[in-house]
Structures are given as C-alpha cells and as structure tokens.
Nanobody
Framework: VQLQASGGGLVQAGDSLRLSCAAS????????MGWFRQAPGKEREFVAD????????SYADSVKGRFTISRDKAKNTVDLQMNTLKPEDTAVYYC????????????WGQGTQVTVSS
C-alpha cells in the first residue's frame, strides 16, 4: 500500500489549503482513510477520517466546522479541505489507512508540512 500526500505549504492565518492523498496498492473497500498531524514537540493526533464505503466522516473537535474530508473512489484519493486556518494548525500532516475492523492505523503515508503564519 502506498499513500502519497501532497498539497502542504505556507499560508497566513484565515487562509485555506487543500491536502490530497493518492492511495494505491489494494482496493480500499471496508477501509477507513484518515488524516493525522504532528506539531513540533507534540504527539501525533487524529484530525479526520472517512469510511471508504459509505463516506461517513468524523473529526477532531479542534477542526470541526473548518476542515472537510472527502474521498473520490474513481481516483482513489482522499482530500482534506482546510479553511480558516490558524497558527495552531501548523504541523506535518499524514495520510493514513486502516481496515474497518482494526482500531489502529495499518498504513501511513509520508507527511506534508502545513505552516500557518499569524
């Protein structure tokens, strides 16, 4: 399985950014795709995820109402639309995938840096 994340960058507070994760190597039926982030000196934390089959989403409280996760079954991509970005959103963002029956992430992608200046 390969998860290729892209779309990070340097933006100002209040701006928007869209991350994309290209997934390959298996069919993702009965999988959950998600995004995590890790800020300097902090542990990696959950941001959002989406079930591949039905598109059911969940979000961390810190991003609810600002971030939207989506998946495109035809393109095998998972996107994270981030609006009204804040400096505290600065982190390396990781794409991840797990089998629906698993509680832990089974595959990680490489990270993409998001920096939000105040």
């Amino acid at each position: 399985v390969q998860l290729q994340a892209s779309g990070g960058g340097l933006v100002q507070a209040g701006d928007s950014l869209r991350l994309s994760c290209a997934a390959s190597g298996r069919t993702f039926t009965n999988h959950v795709m998600g995004w995590f982030r890790q800020a300097p000196g902090k542990e990696r934390e959950f941001v959002a995820d989406i079930t591949w089959n039905l598109g059911t989403t969940s979000y961390a409280d810190s991003v609810k109402g600002r971030f939207t996760i989506s998946r495109d079954k035809a393109k095998n991509t998972v996107d994270l639309q981030m609006n009204t970005l804040k400096p505290e959103d600065t982190a390396v963002y990781y794409c991840a995938a797990r089998r629906s029956a698993s509680r832990n992430v089974n595959w990680w992608g490489q990270g993409t840096q998001v920096t939000v200046s105040s």
